[in-house]
């Protein structure tokens, strides 16, 4: 059964940084695309940001530039650096598969609020 932990959220004033880490049970070594996705209350679950194996990353148009997602397959971890964050950013951010498999983790909750 594949577990995926997410952690390093919290809350932080617009402007403030910070850098999420999702670990997997299994190796992602293998897994061609990995990714993180949030979900705001009352919002769908939205894709942020994607890596390849070999490095090439996307992302949704409103963190351009100010995210940075980076995988390390040795560590089957997938990290997400945020900085110059705003209210809106404010959600549970959670790493998966893209496109994302069954097993989700717990999530981290992000809020961004002076």
């Known amino acids: 059964q594949v577990r995926l932990v997410e952690s390093g959220g919290g809350l932080v004033k617009p402007g403030g940084s910070l850098r999420l880490s999702c670990v997997r049970s299994?190796?992602?070594?293998?897994?061609?695309?990995m990714g993180w996705y949030r979900q705001a209350p009352g919002k769908q679950r939205e894709w942020v940001a994607s890596?390849?194996?070999?490095?090439?990353?996307n992302y949704v148009d409103s963190v351009k530039g100010r995210f940075t997602i980076s995988r390390d397959n040795a560590e089957n971890t997938v990290y997400l650096e945020m900085n110059s964050l705003k209210p809106e950013d404010t959600a549970v951010y959670y790493c998966?598969?893209?496109?994302?498999?069954?097993?989700w983790g717990q999530g981290t909750q992000v809020t961004v609020s002076s």
């Open positions: 998966n598969t893209v496109p994302w498999g069954a097993v």
């Open positions: 299994g190796s992602i070594a293998s897994i061609y695309v």
């Open positions: 890596i390849t194996r070999g490095g090439n990353t």
